[in-house]
């Protein structure tokens, strides 16, 4: 089985950094996912962790400790547009299941 | 990247009639594809995989005969909401991984079913 977690709302003020987080237990860990979904579209890839440690792309980085079974999204020089849900995922079982968090609703005020 | 079409955007339908998503890999094979379904604040939840030339698998809760999936070749899957009820309008989702990809898995644009 698995369980992935991370908040509800969060808040944050344009031009600021925001960090996600996400806590997974997952049987058989294959890697950890992050997207980003605007109301009523479908889900953009953002990361995708497989190793311990940060990665960085642009504005966006995604940090992984498996041992931890944590995971986090870091959103620097935060714009508008940034508001949206912010999904944490992983792989259970077989077929490379892709299992989805609950998802973070961002909002970024002026 | 690799692209997955998903057809129709949007749809309304009587309650009681039968309603077909279909989802197509574009410049991939896809063996596997899988199918979401999300209800409005909350996050995708996985209803079945679609395998080619295969049953579907689907998620424990999820029923087989009301939610048909066919997989028939390696770039079209198809989800066909039988007998649709008010309580199935949703958002559906469709995904699949391009082996050669390194962007993980890709998502067609939802369908939004509203049953009346």
């Known amino acids: 089985g698995q369980n992935i977690d991370q908040p509800t709302e969060m808040t944050a003020t344009e031009g600021a950094i925001v960090q996600i987080n996400c806590t997974y237990q997952?049987?058989?860990?294959?890697?950890l996912f992050w997207y980003q979904q605007h109301a009523g579209e479908a889900p953009t890839f953002l990361s995708y962790n497989v190793l311990d440690g940060l990665e960085e792309k642009g504005r966006f980085s995604s940090f992984l400790s498996r041992s931890k079974g944590y995971s986090y999204l870091l959103l620097k020089e935060l714009q508008m547009k940034d508001s949206a849900s912010y999904l944490c995922?992983?792989?259970?079982?077989?077929?490379?299941?892709?299992?989805f968090g609950a998802g973070t609703r961002l909002a970024v005020h002026p | 990247g690799a692209v997955v079409s998903q057809h129709p955007s949007r749809v309304i339908c009587k309650s009681g009639t039968s309603v077909k998503i279909e989802c197509r890999s574009l410049d991939f094979q896809a063996t596997t594809m899988f199918w979401y379904r999300q209800f409005p604040k909350q996050s995708l939840m996985l209803m079945a995989t679609?395998?080619?030339?295969?049953?579907?698998?689907?998620e424990q809760g999820v029923e087989k005969d009301k939610f048909l999936i066919n997989h028939a070749s390696l770039t079209l899957s198809t989800l066909t909401v039988t007998s649709a009820h008010p309580e199935d309008s949703s958002f559906y989702i469709c995904?699949?991984?391009?082996?050669?990809?390194?962007?993980?898995?890709?998502f067609g644009s939802g369908t939004r079913l509203t049953v009346v």
């Open positions: 995904s699949a991984r391009d082996p050669q990809g390194a962007e993980g898995y890709t």
């Open positions: 995922a992983g792989f259970s079982g077989g077929y490379n299941k892709l299992i």
């Open positions: 679609s395998n080619e030339g295969s049953k579907a698998t689907y």
């Open positions: 997952t049987s058989g860990f294959n890697g």
